[in-house]
C-alpha cells in the first residue's frame, strides 16, 4: 500500500489501474487514497481477483464487469461472479482495466475457462466499439504474445500463458483495432513486467512480459512513450508485477501542455 502512494506521488499519472486486489470493495482502502487527493472506482471481491481505477481528476461512465457492455449476454453475466473488469471515460478516452484469467495448466478447468473469458472479451469490445470511443485498454493480461516476451521460448511456447489457443484468442480480440504501444518503442526482447517468486526470477532476470498496454489507432500515433517501471521490483516486499505506463499528447495539441499519463 505504501509503495502504492509513494509511486502515485512520485509519477503522478491521470490515472493508476490496479489489478489483482483481492479484497471485498468495503474493505478497500479508499481513504488512504482520497486524503492524498486520489478519485476512487473498485470492482473487488475476497481474496482473489479485483480491479480498481485511481484517477486525479473525476472519471465519467464508470462500468464494472463485462455486462457494462453486455447486459443481455448470459455469459458474460457467468463470468461476471469473478472481479475482473471495470472501465470509465477520461478526458474522452475510455479506458478499460483488466485482469485476465491465467488459467493455472493446459490440463487444468481454469484453461478452458480463460478461453471462454478471452471469447467474452472480443464480444465486449465489438460492442464498446459501437459507440466510436478512443479505447486504451491496459491490464495483466497472463499472455506472453510473443516469443520476444518470453525469456526462454523455445521451451515455454505452447505452455500456459503461451499455447496458441490463448494468443489466437488474444489476438482475436483485438482484432486490427488494437496494438501494442510498448513495442512501437521497444521491439527487442528481454524487457519483462512479471517476474515469478517462486523461481527467483528477479535475482535471474528471467520474466515475462504479460502486462500490456493497447491503444487504437487514433490514440497509437499520439503515444510519447511506454516504460515498464522496472526499478520498483526491486524494492522490499514488492509486487511480482512493475508498473507499466504510457505518455499520449491527448487531446491532440501543437504545445507541450499537460498529457494524459497513466
Request: charge should be negative.
Amino acid at each position: 500500500m505504501d509503495q502504492v502512494l509513494s509511486w502515485l506521488e512520485s509519477e503522478q499519472p491521470d490515472l493508476l489501474c490496479l489489478q489483482e486486489t483481492k479484497v471485498d470493495d468495503p474493505l478497500f482502502p479508499l481513504e488512504a487514497f482520497k486524503s492524498a487527493g486520489w478519485h476512487v472506482h473498485i470492482h473487488g471481491q475476497k481474496a482473489y481477483n479485483g480491479v480498481a481505477l485511481i484517477s486525479r481528476e473525476p472519471l465519467e461512465d464508470v462500468r464494472c464487469g463485462f455486462i457494462g457492455e453486455l447486459p443481455d449476454d448470459a455469459e458474460a453475466n457467468e463470468l461476471g461472479a469473478q472481479k475482473r473488469v471495470i472501465s470509465a471515460l477520461l478526458n474522452g478516452v475510455r479506458v478499460l482495466n483488466l485482469y485476465v484469467p491465467n488459467g493455472s495448466s493446459l490440463k487444468s478447468e481454469k484453461y478452458p475457462y480463460k478461453l471462454a473469458w478471452l471469447g467474452c472479451l472480443k464480444r465486449y469490445l465489438d460492442a464498446q466499439e459501437q459507440r466510436g470511443e478512443p479505447l486504451c485498454m491496459v491490464g495483466d493480461f497472463n499472455i506472453g504474445l510473443e516469443a520476444r516476451d518470453l525469456p526462454d521460448p523455445d521451451r515455454q511456447t505452447g505452455g500456459i500463458m503461451a499455447s496458441d489457443a490463448e494468443r489466437q484468442a488474444l489476438r482475436d480480440a483485438l482484432g486490427e483495432r488494437l496494438q501494442d504501444v510498448f513495442r512501437v518503442f521497444e521491439p527487442d526482447s528481454g524487457h519483462w513486467s512479471w517476474w515469478d517468486y517462486r523461481s527467483g526470477a528477479w535475482d535471474r532476470d528471467r520474466g515475462w512480459r504479460i502486462d500490456h498496454i493497447y491503444l487504437c489507432d487514433e490514440l497509437l500515433g499520439l503515444a510519447r512513450s511506454c516504460v515498464i517501471h522496472k526499478g520498483i521490483r526491486g524494492n522490499q516486499q514488492p509486487s511480482d508485477h512493475a508498473p507499466v505506463s504510457v505518455d499520449l499528447d491527448w487531446p491532440p495539441t501543437d504545445d507541450d501542455g499537460d498529457e494524459p499519463f497513466f
